[in-house]
């Protein structure tokens, strides 16, 4: 069965300090790999989505990265986090049907 | 690109009763159109779902219905129970991605 794994569940990190969210999936191969952040307030932004190794598209302007160094591995990074990079965010990959989106449980992140 | 609108932002209802969710669209080449339940601390779960060659998909108490003309789509809930409280999104796809509307937080109340 396809299963996501994201880690780690919460994180709290300080101004200026580095991130790195990995989300790992099973039961899949060459998905197509996206991840969210979810506002307090707001729906889910789509920020980066990847279709296969090495290959990243960036929808939005941020002060985030995202690599994906294996088939099933995505990584959010950053270099120095901002306050307004706190959030909830989610990895998610297309179900079976190809077109719906399977979430890990997230990570909350915490900027102080 | 597309935009999704989705209302309302807050819904509260008695058990028992019926909830409706509404969302809008705006590029008409969107052709799949699901919907998720979050609860508190958790990612997304899809529901339901349906797609653009179809009117309207039940399964039990719940519905999504779709109106292509009008470019909205509903979500339904008949006999709400307190377990159905979580906060509920919309989406619409267009090529590989979901553009999603900004969430309703639906309270069932006993």
């Known amino acids: 069965s396809q299963t996501i794994h994201q880690w780690p569940a919460t994180l709290v990190q300080p101004v200026g300090s580095p991130l790195s969210l990995e989300c790992t999936v099973e039961?899949?191969?060459?998905?197509?790999l996206y991840w969210y952040r979810q506002a307090a307030g707001r729906g889910l932004q789509l920020l980066f989505y990847?279709?296969?190794?090495?290959?990243i598209s960036s929808e939005v302007p941020q002060n985030l990265s995202a690599s994906r160094p294996q088939d099933r591995q995505f990584i959010l990074s950053s270099k120095k986090l901002l306050l307004s990079d706190s959030g909830f965010y989610l990895c998610?990959?297309?179900?079976?049907?190809?077109?719906?989106?399977?979430f890990g449980q997230g990570t909350r992140l915490t900027v102080v | 690109g597309e935009n999704v609108e989705q209302h309302p932002s807050t819904l509260s209802v008695q058990e028992g009763d019926s909830a409706v969710i509404k969302c809008t669209y705006s590029?008409?080449?969107?052709?799949?159109f699901p919907w998720y339940k979050q609860e508190l601390g958790k990612g997304p779960q899809l529901i339901i779902d349906?797609?653009?060659?179809?009117g309207e998909k039940k399964d039990q108490r719940i519905a999504v219905t779709l109106n292509k003309t009008a470019k909205h789509f509903s979500l339904h809930i008949t006999e709400t129970q307190p377990e159905d409280s979580a906060v509920y999104f919309c989406?619409?796809?267009?090529?590989?991605?979901?553009?999603f509307g900004k969430g309703t937080k639906l309270t069932v109340n006993p």
């Open positions: 990847s279709v296969g190794i090495g290959q």
């Open positions: 039961g899949t191969s060459n998905p197509n």
């Open positions: 989406a619409a796809s267009i090529a590989e991605k979901l553009v």
């Open positions: 998610a990959f297309p179900g079976t049907g190809g077109r719906e989106a399977f």
């Open positions: 349906i797609r653009s060659n179809v």
């Open positions: 590029d008409s080449a969107s052709n799949y």
